[in-house]
């Protein structure tokens, strides 16, 4: 392997036991890549964290600005905010699935399966598994500085989904998500990754499964903000994407949902996040 400054990759391979499954990492120190090329004014960042035994796989999202909101629908999705993102974070390539939930969570499921999403969970549900996952990656010695494991906030969820893209009709969905216009007698089977992939490599971000986010639900602040992370306080917790029990409104970019924290239903999950660790949960 070369080891010229600006060219090379160091791996780790770092196994830990989760649960009663032993999975495997591979991961690249954060300062030693290559630099990547440019797509649409921002770096792609070529790190990936993968699990070999259960196949979860998290996308690099690098730093950047865009357009939070909608203009065209009234509601709590105005006032239009810009908003930065001022650290990379990684995204799953899908929802978290069955399978990987019981890996760590180490619930009894006979019926699972590897490439069904995860449905039936709670916020607190959620957090419980990224908190686990987050200990024993701390254990390892691997975890970057800074970062945990954790649900991605309403904003860096809006800002993944768009891709760099600006619009936010509901085309867009027909293309590349399970919604109640196509979803037909698989409404309720949530099977990962059938559709097209958005331009950063993130599947299912439209439809499929509700996924919760980290913040509490609450107004647009408008103007300009970076990192936000929604309010203080508050009783409900932000949903987004919508599901293949819904319109394709209601799996636009921009569209919102919220509930308590304890609430679950068939088609609500979640996508795990590898992000800057946020102190304001």
Not at 191 to 201: L, T
Request: glycine share 10%.
């Amino acid at each position: 392997m070369n080891k010229s400054i600006g060219r090379s990759f160091s791996w780790l391979v770092l196994v830990f036991a989760v649960g009663v499954a032993s999975v495997s990492f591979l991961t690249v120190f954060l300062g030693l890549c290559k630099k990547p090329p440019r797509i649409d004014g921002n770096e792609r960042f070529k790190e990936e964290f993968r699990t070999v035994q259960q196949k979860l796989r998290l996308v690099p999202i690098p730093a950047g600005a865009f357009m939070m909101g909608n203009d065209d629908h009234l509601g709590d999705e105005q006032p239009v905010t810009r908003v930065t993102i001022s650290k990379k974070f990684w995204l799953g390539a899908t929802e978290v699935t069955q399978a990987q939930y019981q890996a760590v969570m180490g619930n009894t499921n006979p019926s699972i399966d590897d490439n069904v999403a995860i449905g039936s969970v709670s916020w607190d549900d959620a957090i419980e598994f990224c908190r686990k996952l987050t200990i024993r990656a701390e254990a390892s010695g691997w975890l970057p500085d800074g970062y945990e494991f954790t649900l991605p906030t309403e904003a860096q969820w809006e800002y993944a989904c768009r891709a760099g893209t600006t619009g936010d009709d509901s085309s867009e969905v027909r293309e590349m998500g399970w919604y109640s216009g196509n979803a037909g007698r698989r409404t309720r089977s949530g099977r990962v990754g059938e559709k097209h992939a958005n331009a950063w490599g993130l599947h299912d971000m439209h439809g499929n499964r509700w996924e919760w986010c980290l913040d509490r639900y609450g107004p647009y602040p408008g103007g300009n903000v970076t990192d936000p992370a929604g309010p203080l306080s508050g009783q409900f917790r932000v949903g987004r994407g919508g599901s293949s029990n819904h319109l394709a409104s209601r799996c636009r970019s921009a569209a919102r949902n919220y509930d308590v924290s304890s609430y679950k239903a068939d088609d609500l999950g979640f996508r795990l996040a590898l992000s800057p660790i946020n102190s304001t949960r």
